[in-house]
């Protein structure tokens, strides 16, 4: 009977941790995108993750990515009162 190899796809426990940790990292960059979208600082989110504030500036520019409607200052809300 001749050796089978070990495949290395999907069913390899390395190649699953590595699937894994790329989605959390991309469910971590959209938690980033809306805190950022809803007026967080760069600062604060560079705290919360445990990164620098630059590396947060690096990763979302701020200046393309714009704030909710809603959540502008003078557009409403209970802010305005």
Do not use: C, W
Request: no cysteine; net charge positive.
């Amino acid at each position: 009977m001749p050796n089978k190899k070990p495949k290395a796809d999907a069913e390899s426990p390395g190649v699953a941790i590595k699937a894994i940790a790329k989605e959390l990292e991309g469910m971590k960059n959209l938690l980033a995108l809306y805190l950022i979208k809803s007026g967080a600082t760069q600062e604060e989110i560079g705290i919360a993750l445990g990164i620098a504030q630059n590396t947060v500036s690096l990763r979302f520019p701020s200046k393309r990515i714009k704030r909710f409607e809603h959540l502008k200052r003078g557009k409403g809300g209970s802010h305005d009162e």
